[in-house]
């Protein structure tokens, strides 16, 4: 038995009263599920039908994963300063000063 | 024979017509912008299978026409030959949507049935699809090739769409008190339209099987989807029909005014 929620009543804002979800679709096998967008749906059942039909019509993906938005955590803007400026002079984290042989390919 | 498929043809097509010009009544007017797309995806998904039976229809009827062609009678039974007529010396799948009258659409009496409310809408497209679901699934196994290859095309399509509208219905159904009720409305208002689903009209006869057969897996079917919303399925209603034949409920009209109106005062309009 699924636990599907109630719809909210006639009238008012419609989907205003759902919660919202956050959209990610997988475009191929093999590629990760990319952040495309956010939508209204009253449970996860429907949220993933209302993925199918916003995000994916123009064979946009292959999967889809969806997870209600209160439960993303997401950085303070006011903090990206203290966050990841300091990351920007410490240019030996990147692994740019090795000799690669040429037999390695795609790096 | 071939006078029935032609008919047979025409049938599919203006079911999937015509439920799709029912459904795209919602475009900008869904309860929420999700739902607006998904039923109107869903508008789509039919409108293309109608274009498919009429450009087959279309073709049939053409060759039809080239004296001593080998495949097709020549000249087309009397009730086609009426209508063929006055569509232009080549018939097209346009034509045949925009320049015939209603006696003359085929489609079943639940396809025309007004849209209602989302209750409404979703429970005609639950019974539809489930309908569409186990005929496709039968026709794609059919002798005629052409119309094998649509309904294997159409079946992942109104997979989709049985199971979208199932959805609803449970959740309708199993909702509130009011969504309870909206649903009961429904039934009471669209259940009579089911029967003539499954009573095969002469022209059926060229399906390769019995479409009456399809109403068993069809209860089964809306039984456990009604089930599973709380809903009961109706006892000792009296079925409408008529549909099949070129006989329909007053909706019909209205629609093929709105849906034809174009054509028929600017004739060959293009976008």
Known sequence: MKDYKVPPPAGGSGGGSWPLWEVFVRSKQGLDHKHVGSLHAADATMAIENARDVYT??????SIWVVESKYITASNPEEAGELYEPAADKIYRHPTFYELPDEVAHM | MYNTLVNYTLHLADNSLILAQRNAEWCGH???????????????DQLGQSRNFYQYAANLINVSKIPGSLKAPS???ESLSRFVGRLGSEVTEDRLAYF???REFKNCLLAEQPNGD???TVLRQFFFSAYQFLLYEKLQHSNDEQLAAIAAKALKEVTYHQRWSSEWVIRLGDGTEESHQRMLNAIDELWRY????FIAADYEAVAGFDVALLKEDWMKKVNSVFEEATLAVPEKVFMQTGGKTGTH?????YILAELQYLQRTYPNAEW
């Open chain 1, 57 to 62: 019509r123009r064979q946009e993906g292959v």
């Open chain 2, 30 to 44: 869904g309860p929420i912008l999700e739902q607006d797309i998904a039923i109107t995806n869903i508008s789509l």
């Open chain 2, 75 to 77: 000249p087309l039974g």
């Open chain 2, 100 to 102: 015939r009258t209603e």
């Open chain 2, 118 to 120: 989302w209750a409404q």
């Open chain 2, 194 to 197: 089911t029967g003539e689903l």
């Open chain 2, 249 to 253: 409920t007053e909706h019909l009209g």
